[in-house]
């Protein structure tokens, strides 16, 4: 035990509780393996902070989106005063009107907020001004070349620095590259006049959150954090605790920039690997699938990652470029990251010549087949489109003259190259397509469009009992 918290590596899970017993009462419970016990240990967490400031802290969130929502209704929750803020009024109007893309819990949640007076959503940077701590949780995507596009960090953190007042503290948890806290945060401020740890307080926490990911919540989870000075880290851990399953301080911004970049790379490496092995055990006719839960019936030394169309959403896909990125500046080429983005950045294509093998195989020429596409989102039971590889999929077999048509049970229509798409949210007959092209199993999804198809192709690897099925 450290400081009377059980150590990471022996820590299983970890859950914060709020109960209201003749006045709140927050505890946090640490679930932990002790040789093969596993033991629960109950702390109040940060209840003198807690007690202390929650009447009267207000916290900013820059950028309501996949992070920055949930995380202003963690704080909601914890009955704290929010200051939502984003660019976008269509974005707002989402929120306003209920309906943005959250788990069942978030919805209630913001049921809630919307309507109470603490929870405040506008447009104008200036209403940050009376927040305590902010949070920006804007998006830092790549361009069409794979480059960082910080656009909406900086001008997030313009505004910042602008309004930033005494006393306040801001804490970067977009990812982005090692150094970006420090050159469009801490600088700025400096030369605004202030001392960070003193009369201001700045820290880097990458955000961990899994949307749809109903095991593991943001509230399990714990974050990483490393501030400006052991003043900015201490201040901020103390805030972020309150909505986090605890913290792990380190010793620089840097350093809690770059873990960011490691988790993501580490995936991508993963999931890389784990179509080449899907490939090469299709190849030899083994099933990949028994191979990867064989290997990870090893319970040390080994995570199984599971082969599919490709990644998307806003963070393996673009993650690992930052590094690369910033690397190139340095003339330094990591091989083993730069071959794994490669091989995730051409997937989608890879899966566009099965498609056309698998119906030459029939007899049928990709030109002119009807394919129907399932599931457009990048993954499960989210509506989320943003670097899906079923988007360069349907691309591919578009110019290779495919007569395309979507099924996707939570996204309602998507524009490609010009053309609008409205996607199907029923297929009364499976079986008049050529191929099912499968690219992500939404749980709401007809699973007799599989069984009824005259071929699948399993990008996802998860439809072992559909007949006339084929995997990449
Ligand atoms: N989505 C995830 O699963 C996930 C997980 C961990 C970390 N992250 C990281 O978190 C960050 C945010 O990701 P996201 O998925 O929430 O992005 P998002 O695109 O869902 O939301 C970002 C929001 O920020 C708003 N915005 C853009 N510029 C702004 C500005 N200058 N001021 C205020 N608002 C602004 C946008 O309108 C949008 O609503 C990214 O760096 C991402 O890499 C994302």
Redesign the pocket.
């Known amino acids: 035990m450290i400081g009377g918290r059980p150590q990471l590596d022996s820590l299983l899970r970890v859950t914060t509780s709020c109960a209201s017993n003749g006045g709140l009462k927050y505890r946090r419970a640490w679930h932990t393996r002790e040789g093969s016990r596993i033991m629960t240990i109950f702390q109040p967490i940060d209840r003198d902070l807690r007690e202390g400031v929650a009447d009267t802290l207000t916290v900013g969130i820059?950028?309501?989106?996949?992070?920055?929502l949930p995380t202003a209704l963690a704080f909601f929750r914890s009955e704290i005063r929010v200051v939502g803020?984003?660019?976008?009024e269509e974005?707002l109007r989402t929120i306003r009107v209920g309906q943005p893309d959250l788990l069942p819990s978030d919805h209630d949640r913001l049921r809630d907020a919307r309507e109470s007076d603490t929870f405040v959503l506008t447009s104008d940077?200036r209403d940050l001004a009376s927040c305590d701590l902010v949070i920006v949780?804007?998006?830092?995507p790549i361009d069409e070349f794979e480059v960082p596009d910080l656009r909406?960090l900086r001008?997030?953190c313009e505004?910042l620095v602008k309004i930033a007042r005494p006393g306040q503290s801001i804490v970067l948890?977009?990812?982005?590259y090692v150094g970006s806290t420090r050159d469009l945060l801490v600088a700025p401020l400096e030369k605004r006049g202030f001392t960070p740890g003193q009369d201001i307080f700045v820290a880097f926490s990458?955000?961990?959150?899994?949307?749809a990911n109903t095991k593991f919540g943001q509230e399990d989870v714990p974050r990483v954090i490393g501030g400006t000075t052991p003043a900015c880290t201490a201040k901020i851990s103390g805030y972020l605790s309150l909505i986090c399953g605890g913290m792990h301080e380190v010793s620089s911004i840097e350093a809690a920039e770059m873990t960011k970049l490691l988790e993501n790379t580490f995936r991508a490496v993963n999931i890389s690997l784990a179509n080449e092995f899907a490939e090469a055990a299709n190849v030899l006719g083994i099933d990949p699938i028994e191979v990867v839960q064989a290997a990870a019936t090893k319970p040390f030394g080994f995570m199984p990652f599971y082969p599919g169309p490709g990644v998307g959403?806003?963070?393996i896909p673009?993650?690992p470029h930052y590094l690369l990125w910033q690397l190139r500046k340095v003339q330094m080429h990591p091989s083993v990251t730069t071959a794994a983005m490669q091989g995730i950045s051409t997937r989608p294509a890879r899966i566009v010549e099965r498609a056309a093998e698998v119906l030459a195989a029939r007899g049928k020429s990709i030109s002119g087949a009807k394919v129907l596409l399932a599931g457009v989102a990048y993954k499960p039971d989210v509506a989320d489109v943003?670097e899906s590889p079923a988007l360069r999929i349907i691309e591919g077999l578009v110019h290779r003259g495919a007569d395309v048509a979507i099924y996707d049970t939570h996204v309602e229509g998507l524009e490609l190259e010009g053309e609008y798409y409205i996607t199907e949210r029923e297929i009364p007959h499976p079986e008049s397509y050529d191929l099912v092209l499968v690219a992500c199993l939404h749980s709401t999804m007809d699973e007799r469009v599989f069984t009824k198809a005259q071929l699948v192709l399993d990008a996802t690897y998860q439809l072992p009992a559909a007949p006339n099925r084929l995997v990449p």
């Open positions: 820059v950028g309501l989106g996949y992070v920055g803020l984003d660019v976008s974005r940077p949780c804007v998006p830092t909406a001008g997030a505004s948890t977009s990812t982005s990458p955000e961990r959150i899994d949307p959403g806003h963070c673009c993650d943003r």
